[in-house]
């Protein structure tokens, strides 16, 4: 399983770095301690942790491209693709499908949640090196998952602003992927843990990526 993940790398939070034909793609890059510049940069939303302009300049060059919702882009610079949930497009030769992602049960105060639905966050199923990868965004476990189809999924397990590990257990059993990789934990929200409990639990396999330092 760790061949299937094996140019996915963690850098800590949402954030990763992925390689794969022949590019370099960037998905809520936020914290970086360095790093090859990028060719393709997804963000999920507006939220600091995930859309860091700081982060975005340290790997963007003039044939950068972004893709987000407009939240976002208003706080990057131009061009930036911007999407909604539902909308499918390629960039950099990679097919992207931008899908919902939103809680239903955690909440900033009574009747306000962290991610609400209109909002139009989303996650991301991008397919690299012939294999579909989800990431989800900052969610919950939500009815759109049984209809997604992934080979990698990247499921926050963390609790409190999104799914807990056991909220995941039931993400990763409605999607089905080959493998599951945990996210969403360290930097005071979540642990490894957090992490292991859902590789314990988990009905598919789980790789839990150490943080690249």
Same mark, same amino acid.
């Given at each position: ?74 706080? =990057?610079?131009? /061009? ?5 949930? %539902?909308?499918? !497009? #390629?960039?950099? $030769?990679?097919? &992207? ?15 306000? =949640?962290?991610? /609400? ?5 989303? %996650?991301?199923? !991008? #397919?690299?090196? $012939?294999?579909? &990868? ?29 799914? #807990? ?49």
């Amino acid at each position: 399983m760790k061949e299937l993940v094996s140019n996915i790398h963690w850098l800590g939070h949402d954030s990763f770095r992925i390689e794969g034909d022949g590019l370099v793609i960037y998905i809520d890059p936020w914290k970086l301690k360095g790093g090859p510049k990028a060719d393709l940069i997804l963000i999920t939303h507006d939220h600091h942790d995930h859309c860091s302009p700081p982060d975005v300049a340290q790997v963007l060059t003039d044939d950068t491209v972004i893709v987000t919702i407009q939240a976002a882009a208003d706080m =990057l610079p131009d /061009p930036v693709l911007v999407v909604k949930p %539902g909308d499918e !497009l #390629t960039a950099k $030769g990679i097919p &992207i499908k931008a899908v919902p992602a939103y809680n239903v049960n955690k909440f900033r105060s009574p009747g306000a =949640l962290f991610h /609400p639905p209109e909002a139009g966050h989303v %996650g991301f199923i !991008l #397919t690299v090196d $012939g294999r579909r &990868i989800y990431h989800t965004g900052d969610t919950d476990c939500i009815p759109e998952m049984s209809s997604i189809e992934a080979d990698i999924a990247l499921l926050p397990v963390s609790g409190t602003y999104v799914m #807990t590990a056991e909220e995941a257990v039931e993400a990763a059993a409605a999607i089905q992927p080959q493998v599951a990789i945990p996210m969403h934990v360290g930097g005071g929200i979540g642990s490894l843990a957090d992490a292991d409990r859902f590789k314990q639990a988990a009905a598919v396999p789980v790789v839990v990526l150490s943080l690249e330092s």
